[in-house]
């Protein structure tokens, strides 16, 4: 799923494939801020708060944990039959993580 994702956004509105090393590597960015990535197989999306909550809700994926404990509120861990909603709510990264990257 991820890489059909890097396939349509890399080289547009701003979107890049992040290189190098460590954490970020791989994920898609925008402005040097990641909108997208893959962590324990899943792809991740960063994304408004109150749009994770309707998408968990809706049984499209959970809170993404990054290890700490507890869920980050701005990030969803799309579950398996989120695939066809995936480029949909990646582009919605994408404008949410670009018009945050003036902050």
Known sequence: MFASLVEALAGHDGAELADGRGFGSGALQVRGRIFAMVSGGRVILKLPAARVSE?????NGVAFDAGRGR????????????????????????????GNADE
Not at 55 to 59: D, E, F, K, Q, T
């Open 55 to 59: 998408l968990v809700s809706s049984g």
């Open 71 to 98: 869920p980050m509120r701005e990030w969803i861990a799309l579950s398996d039959g989120a695939t066809t909603l995936s480029l949909e709510l990646a582009r919605e990264a994408l404008a949410f993580v670009r």
